[in-house]
């Protein structure tokens, strides 16, 4: 019996007899194997050669595909002719089987022979001369009985090899099953994640990146993953992970080049600027943790980061504001040891005025004098607004000469190179805050005069009347009314670009360099003129300068009379307890208190005051206490007044840190209070309103006490 085997070159993409379908074959012609490859079809490309040595040898050279020999006579040709590129694949392809021939009616030949060939088989000759010249030819060596025994050793062997090792895939298989299990649950855990989140093996070599991480550092998971890419396109090569601690300091190395990072809890945090060319710069936050294999052993680490830009934003503000609070509280200590001294000069100045002739020159240096101190009670009050510590006063007022006023104070102030132009046509009137208006026109015109940046320039300031058809009204107006004054600052300066023209009134968005400002002047003025009912707007062009139009509904004109003179302030006889620590700003309202027909007594402390009410409870119609440094002494003295005279009225003084003044006599138990320096108008006003009222109580108390019918 004869085995055809199918010779390949080694190398070859061909594994299986079926590769080699309709290629080019080499097959000895008329032979068995040529007349079968003919008739199966196997291939129609067949290439007949007249022996199998030349059958390999062209083979060999390269030329065909493959060749169909018998198995036996081609390996023993192989290593008799050294081909070592040349080897066998798959089973044998077709089998022919050898018999004795003889002629017709020879059949005792033919049984002769096959007696013959069963005695040689028996005496084990057969498979000897068998072996020897039809066995492989790594075989010749070896003995078919001891190849059997061979065989049945390597068979039991192999049967418990395999049994074993069906053992051994079916627990790897769940191991690796629970790991891959593992696996896709942590990276569909990753991947769920909003924040830019990534894991790395124990080489630091990135094994799931998401896609946060994708769109904070524009890397896709596909350059990434597998490398330690991670280093540049997140940290940019600028210092090391933060899972590189974690991973340091498992291994025993030391952690003296880690100690920027924090280590919590055998975690790492830090907060990390990220910065990288066409990407928006923002603040991270990141933590990353340590990785253990159910038996402990380190296997990676996982960073997460937070995006803690606008965190930092506030904390920047925060730090800000804190820096205006401490200089608006210092700013109101000053203001508050200023209104006392204020309140004397006014009060004196006052006495001085009144005691001239009128019309004489003292009376108008005197008037001068007393309008210097209006504006400087009206300064302090912006510093006492900006640092909170004082409430609106929003009153109607004509506009044109509230910025005619603030237009005097901008002038002073402006360089030699900028001219100053206004045009006010308008004479309406707006109710306000006048102290707040003016500090936004001074805000607008120092804007304009930075913009302008030193050069030679223009700054104009335009007053004029538009109604509701006018089409430069902007849409976000509240108030309703028909009328508008429209307040415009222009400047000739460089304009402001169109990218951040709808940012300028965002708080703390400024353009200008360190320590020209805040960002915080537009955004304050936006916010005041929002309040008055009006609105702001911005028409700029870069290169062509900036206006800014401020729109304030008008009210209608009313009467008004001057309360700053005497004859027209209320006037009264009651008797007053004055009760003052300060030796100044009560002190110095008394002779104007006197001249208006009060009588004064004047206590420098709580016992006097105390001591006189109980000796003449009856002898005071109303109380005027100055506010102590300690509320708390302030508290007593109200107590005890209240105590002794429960009806009475009671006017406190308030300088700087005081509250509301509504609030402030709801929780001390007062009538009203009034604000240092203490304009007189307003006193008079306030005291005559508590008298009066004092009386009409008395006048009701009296006459149902006669009403009353006895049984």
């Not at 910025?403 to 001219?419: D, E, H, K, M, Y």
């Not at 460089?494 to 805040?518: M, S």
Request: glycine fraction near 8%.
């Amino acid at each position: 019996m004869i085995s055809y085997a199918v010779f390949v070159r080694k190398g070859e993409p061909y594994q299986a007899v079926d590769d080699l379908r309709n290629k080019q074959v080499i097959v000895v012609q008329d032979v068995y194997a040529h007349a079968w490859l003919r008739t199966n079809r196997f291939t129609p490309h067949i290439i007949p050669v007249k022996g199998p040595q030349e059958a390999l040898r062209v083979l060999s050279s390269g030329r065909y595909d493959f060749a169909v020999l018998p198995r036996l006579q081609g390996l023993e040709l192989i290593r008799r002719a050294d081909l070592k590129n040349i080897e066998t694949i798959g089973p044998p392809v077709l089998t022919q089987k050898l018999c004795f021939a003889v002629a017709a009616g020879n059949a005792d030949l033919l049984a002769e022979l096959n007696e013959g060939l069963v005695r040689f088989q028996k005496t084990g000759e057969y498979d000897r001369l068998f072996l020897k010249w039809f066995s492989l030819y790594e075989q010749k060596l070896h003995y078919w009985r001891y190849g059997m025994w061979i065989g049945l050793i390597v068979f039991g062997a192999m049967s418990i090899i395999v049994l074993w090792n069906r053992t051994l895939q079916k627990s790897v298989a769940r191991k690796t099953s629970a790991l891959q299990a593992n696996r896709v649950l942590l990276n569909q855990i990753v991947q769920g994640l909003p924040m830019p989140t990534f894991v790395v093996d124990r080489g630091n070599h990135v094994t799931h990146w998401n896609k946060a991480c994708e769109s904070l550092t524009g890397a896709d998971a596909d350059q990434v993953l597998g490398t330690s890419e991670h280093r540049r396109v997140f940290y940019g090569e600028e210092r090391p992970p933060l899972s590189q601690p974690i991973l340091e300091k498992t291994s025993g190395d030391t952690l003296s080049a880690w100690q920027a990072y924090t280590l919590v809890d055998g975690a790492c945090e830090m907060e990390f600027h990220f910065q990288r060319e066409g990407l928006p710069d923002r603040w991270l936050y990141g933590t990353a943790t340590a990785l253990h294999a159910p038996d402990g052993e380190l296997i990676g680490a996982i960073e997460s980061w937070q995006d803690i830009s606008e965190y930092k934003r506030l904390e920047a503000q925060l730090i800000q504001t804190q820096k205006m609070e401490a200089i608006g509280t210092l700013a109101g200590g000053i203001a508050h040891d200023f209104n006392n001294m204020l309140t004397v000069i006014m009060a004196n100045t006052e006495l001085a005025r009144r005691a001239s002739p009128p019309g004489t020159p003292v009376v108008e240096t005197l008037q001068k004098v007393m309008d210097v101190c209006e504006h400087a009670r009206r300064l302090i009050k912006r510093i006492l607004l900006f640092s909170r510590q004082t409430e609106l006063e929003i009153k109607p007022g004509y506009i044109d000469r509230l910025v005619s006023q603030a237009i005097n104070l901008i002038r002073a102030t402006l360089p030699s190179t900028i001219q100053l132009e206004h045009r006010l046509q308008s004479r309406s009137r707006v109710c306000v805050d006048a102290t707040q208006l003016q500090q936004v026109l001074m805000n607008l015109c120092v804007n304009a005069t930075h913009a302008m940046g030193g050069r030679d320039g223009t700054l104009t300031v335009r007053l004029t009347t538009v109604d509701r058809s006018h089409k430069c009204l902007p849409d976000d107006l509240t108030s309703g009314r028909e009328t508008y004054v429209k307040l415009s600052v222009s400047d000739t300066g460089h304009g402001i670009p169109e990218a951040i023209v709808d940012r300028i009134f965002d708080p703390f968005f400024t353009t200008k360099q360190r320590g020209e400002g805040t960002g915080m002047g537009l955004s304050v003025s936006h916010g005041i003129v929002k309040g008055f009912g009006g609105a702001i707007t911005v028409d700029s062009h870069v290169g062509h300068g900036t206006t800014f139009n401020i729109f304030l509904p008008v009210i209608q004109d009313e009467a008004t009379t001057d309360p700053a003179s005497i004859e027209n302030m209320p006037r009264g006889g009651e008797r007053l307890l004055v009760v003052d620590s300060h030796h100044q700003p009560i002190s110095g309202a008394s002779p104007t208190l006197e001249r208006l027909g009060y009588s004064l007594t004047t206590c420098e402390n709580a016992q006097q005051a105390m001591a006189l009410l109980e000796s003449a409870a009856d002898g005071v119609d109303l109380a005027i206490v100055s506010s102590w440094p300690s509320e708390a002494i302030s508290i007593d003295i109200l107590r005890d007044i209240r105590k002794l005279r429960p009806g009475l009225p009671v006017v406190l003084t308030a300088g700087y840190g005081v509250d509301n003044e509504r609030t402030m006599a709801a929780q001390l138990g007062v009538d009203a209070v009034i604000r240092e320096p203490i304009i007189f108008g307003e006193l008079a006003v306030l005291l005559r309103k508590l008298l009066d009222h004092q009386e009409e109580e008395g006048s009701r108390y009296k006459s149902a006490k006669q009403t009353e019918v006895p049984f």
